[in-house]
């Protein structure tokens, strides 16, 4: 079984590289090994003997490129070497690798880009955190212009690691190579965008010194939760596989909570009641077949409900309307000490009105999911949440304030969790971005959390189930297509 793919942000890689140069293997010994990476890579783009031009800044990257482009020029191929700064400015073992060119060198804005069949970008690489300007954008710039494919190394050079903010200017690569562990960025909007095809190559660094680096963000994929996924037994019964309650609108608004009750029961959960107001009973009766239905009269009718205690995961949230009700079905779930999954609705009632759900999840595991509009309103006068660049750090500190897992919803979707776990979904699809896709998104977390998954691997896997239905239909999709598409998801995810 394949481990789950650790990120690590450029902070965190230094750590791992501080790993192994402790246990005795040079740093410069590291950087030759990631400049042949690079070199393999060139001559599987380019034709042998192709002329290719090599830009390096005066950075590890640099140092990089500049063993790229020894090894490339040893092995035939017509390479010129560009460098941003004096070859003398270089420091440490970029220093090292620099005296090591047997040829001339050019100020980067005085390399030829017109003739060559590829360009090696190799200026700054991930550690990047500032805005790029002066020769370095006007390089950048000309490397977008030239027409021909691009080399990143590590990173596409604009491209911020931690975050994938594009620091004024970005590279446009046709492919990456990075170096023991992908970055944030590789993920992260819009810094995935610009990378192309991304090849991580082994230079020495082992899975301990990966865990030295003390990273804890991960790609979200099948190996991060799939042996938690739960698998029925031949004595399972409906109960055991849990009950969901999904709390329904108004009879104009039913809509949403009849989408999440149909993914809850579709990804595995036993039984599922929709809890709907008197004037919508007849609506929902009129839809609703394998779907329990119970009357529910606001804040008092669910606390009645709820004293039913087979009912253990509940969703609210979807289509209830931005109302002080609607904050009050908030707190009586809250309260019954059941898993719990909020969205839409339930988030906006509480428009910056976040400190009143900070003690309210302690009790039992909850999710929110909200998109970024809804995450904004939601933590309105909560600077130390909204203000950092990185997507996955804001929802890390909102998971640790609302002791609740965080799934902030996006093409680049982050999953993080109060104890500091966070995981970024890869494969995002935007035939998603239809109404009633997040309705489904939460009856899949709640139908999983049902089950006694763990809320933080729960939202996980339901949000790479999410979108793997969504890329297995395409063209077309609605909402309402995306629980019958669970099965085959299961199937291929289960080997069932």
């Known amino acids: 079984m394949n481990a789950p793919e650790l990120l690590l ?19 410069v010994t590291l950087m030759q090994n990631a400049g042949a990476a690079v070199a393999d890579a060139a001559r599987e783009m380019v034709s042998p003997g192709a002329r290719i031009v090599v830009l390096a800044g005066p950075g590890q990257n640099g140092g990089d490129g500049i063993v790229a482009a020894t090894r490339l020029r040893e092995q035939g191929y017509r390479v010129s070497l560009g ?3 004096k070859r003398e400015a270089f420091s440490g073992d970029a220093a090292l690798v620099a005296r090591e060119w047997p040829s001339d060198v ?11 069949e590829l360009v090696i970008d190799a200026l700054f690489g991930g550690g990047l955190s500032r805005e790029i300007e002066g020769a370095a954008r006007a390089a950048i710039d000309r490397i977008n212009m030239s027409g021909g ?3 990143a190394v590590d990173l596409p050079s604009g491209i911020d690691g931690e ?11 046709a492919r990456t190579v990075t170096f023991a562990a992908r970055k944030p960025g590789h993920y992260l909007l819009p810094g995935r965008t610009f990378c192309g095809d991304v090849t991580v190559a082994d230079i020495g660094v082992g ?3 990966l865990q030295a680096s003390g990273g804890r963000t991960y790609v979200n994929a099948p190996a991060l939760w799939r042996e938690a996924i739960p698998r029925p037994g031949p004595s399972s019964h409906k109960y055991e596989r849990g009950h969901v ?11 949403a909570a009849r989408l999440a009750a149909r993914a809850a029961l579709r990804i595995g959960a036993g039984v599922v009641t929709v809890a709907s107001p008197p004037e919508a009973l007849g609506v929902n009766a009129a839809q609703l077949t394998a779907i329990m239905l119970r009357g529910c009269d606001g804040p008092e009718g669910l606390h009645a409900i709820l004293a039913d205690e087979r009912l253990n995961a509940l969703v609210v949230g979807p289509a209830l309307g931005v109302t002080a009700v609607t904050r009050a079905m908030v707190a009586v779930a809250a309260q019954a000490r059941r898993r719990l999954v909020l969205d839409a609705d339930a988030l906006t009632s509480f428009e910056g009105l976040a400190s009143e759900l900070h003690q309210g999840f302690r009790s039992a595991p909850t999710v929110i999911t909200p998109h970024d509009g809804e995450f904004t309103r939601l933590f309105k006068g909560h600077p130390d949440i909204l203000d950092p660049s990185s997507k996955v750090e804001r929802a890390r500190r909102a998971a640790a304030y609302l002791s609740a897992v965080a799934v902030l919803k996006g093409a680049d979707t982050v999953i993080a969790a109060p104890d500091g776990r966070a995981a970024i979904n890869a494969n995002g699809t935007p035939y998603l971005g239809t109404a009633g896709s997040g309705d489904v998104l939460c009856g899949i977390i709640a139908g999983l959390m049902a089950q006694h998954l763990p809320a933080f691997e729960a939202a996980a896997a339901a949000v790479w189930i999410h979108a793997e239905a969504g890329a297995a239909f395409g063209a077309g999709l609605i909402s309402e297509d995306l629980p019958e598409l669970i099965p085959e998801v299961l199937q291929g995810l289960l080997g069932a």
């Open 163 to 173: 975050t994938g903010a594009v620091r004024g200017i970005a590279v446009r690569a």
């Open 149 to 151: 494919p691009v080399l």
């Open 245 to 255: 309650l999904v709390a329904s609108g108004g009879a104009t608004r039913t809509g």
């Open 83 to 85: 460098l941003l700064g």
């Open 9 to 27: 942000t450029p902070r965190e890689m230094r750590k791992a590289d501080a790993s192994v140069i402790r246990s005795g293997t040079p740093g």
């Open 106 to 116: 050019v100020a980067v804005d005085g390399a030829n880009l017109a003739p060559a």
């Open 207 to 209: 899975s301990s010194d």
